[in-house]
């Protein structure tokens, strides 16, 4: 089974920050890796597939890239409503396992 | 887009339980779906997959035997039957649909989530 590895596991920027979420996969993936958004108590959201296609109705500070088995979701300007925790996830084999998740709070 | 999901309870260990996700405003018997899984307080798990036509099927190691996905297309329904149910199976169960076209892929709809408590 493909692994994903998510860092840091936790992250406190303030409004305005440019932050970034890094995922790495175990093996190869070319770009079949998805970002969602959770918050507390909630669905997740997609914000991302294809590495690097946003989703529609996402907003484009959220950005992703990478390909093979690094990858990053950046938000360029962080604001209050993007508390909550992300998760990337590998589609390229089954099991579509996610990362272990990061946890995103504001200062 | 809709997925309602019903269902979930609280069971005892070895017990069994059978969810549903009832599907509409788009073409179910087209679209590949999935279930998910949240424990209390943890990340997302993938639990099983199924086609759109049901040829197909992938279960997570750790329900590999115990639980069985499928689906009536004309009903709209996708289903989890999970048999010899143990505390670890406690969790939020989600069900995803997967982009028309592909049966592995990310999930663009999820359910509203399934509360699943195994505990005597």
């Known amino acids: 089974d493909i692994q994903m590895t998510q860092s840091p596991s936790s992250l406190s920027a303030s409004v305005g920050d440019r932050v970034t979420f890094t995922c790495r996969a175990s093996?190869?993936?070319?770009?079949?890796l998805a970002w969602y958004q959770q918050k507390s108590g909630k669905v997740p959201k997609l914000l991302i597939y294809?590495?690097?296609t946003l989703q529609s109705g996402v907003p484009s500070r959220f950005t992703g890239s990478g390909s093979g088995t690094d990858f990053t979701l950046t938000i360029t300007s962080l604001q209050p409503e993007d508390v909550g925790t992300y998760y990337c996830?590998?589609?390229?084999?089954?099991?579509?396992?996610f990362g272990q998740g990061t946890r995103l709070e504001i200062k | 887009v809709q997925l309602v999901q019903s269902g979930g309870g609280v069971v005892q260990p070895g017990r069994s339980l059978r969810l549903s996700c009832a599907a509409s405003?788009?073409?179910?018997?087209?679209?590949?779906m999935h279930w998910v899984r949240q424990a209390p307080g943890k990340g997302l798990e993938w639990v099983a997959l199924?086609?759109?036509?049901?040829?197909?099927?992938a279960y997570a190691d750790s329900v590999k035997g115990r639980f069985t996905i499928s689906r009536d297309n004309s009903e709209k329904t996708l289903y989890l039957q999970m048999n010899s149910l143990r505390a670890e199976d406690t969790a939020v169960y989600f069900c995803?649909?997967?982009?028309?076209?592909?049966?592995?892929?990310?999930?663009?709809?999820w359910g509203q989530g399934s509360q699943v408590t195994v505990s005597s």
């Open positions: 995803a649909r997967v982009p028309v076209g592909f049966t592995s892929g990310w999930h663009d709809y």
């Open positions: 405003g788009f073409n179910f018997y087209t679209y590949a």
């Open positions: 199924m086609s759109y036509d049901g040829s197909s099927k």
């Open positions: 093996q190869g993936i070319t770009t079949h």
């Open positions: 294809g590495a690097s």
């Open positions: 996830q590998n589609y390229h084999s089954a099991p579509q396992t």
